[in-house]
């Protein structure tokens, strides 16, 4: 889960603070939710007034291809 924050933090565009229209700082990401569909928040603060602003990261769910999942086994009858 790491790696998808990271990898979430680098793509990221910093918001413009409404106030002061200036570009915000990062200032945190956290883990929202994982399951069904992992959302990140990311937290961003003005550096003049200090409006805080947060934008999510949300992932696509993942399939396990048809072919790849369990089955129950056949079960023997007794006769």
């Known amino acids: 889960m790491v790696d998808r924050i990271r990898s979430a933090a680098a793509q990221l565009e910093a918001p413009v603070c409404p106030d002061c229209h200036i570009e915000m700082k990062w200032f945190r990401s956290?883990?929202?939710?994982?399951e069904p569909t992992p959302i990140i928040a990311h937290l961003f603060?003005?550096?003049?007034c200090k409006r805080?602003?947060?934008t999510e990261t949300i992932f696509k769910a993942g399939k396990a291809p048809t072919d790849k999942?369990?089955?129950?086994r056949p079960t023997a009858s007794a006769a």
Do not use: F, I, K
């Open 30 to 34: 956290e883990l929202l939710a994982d």
């Open 52 to 54: 805080a602003a947060q």
């Open 69 to 72: 999942l369990s089955t129950p």
């Open 45 to 48: 603060v003005c550096p003049h």
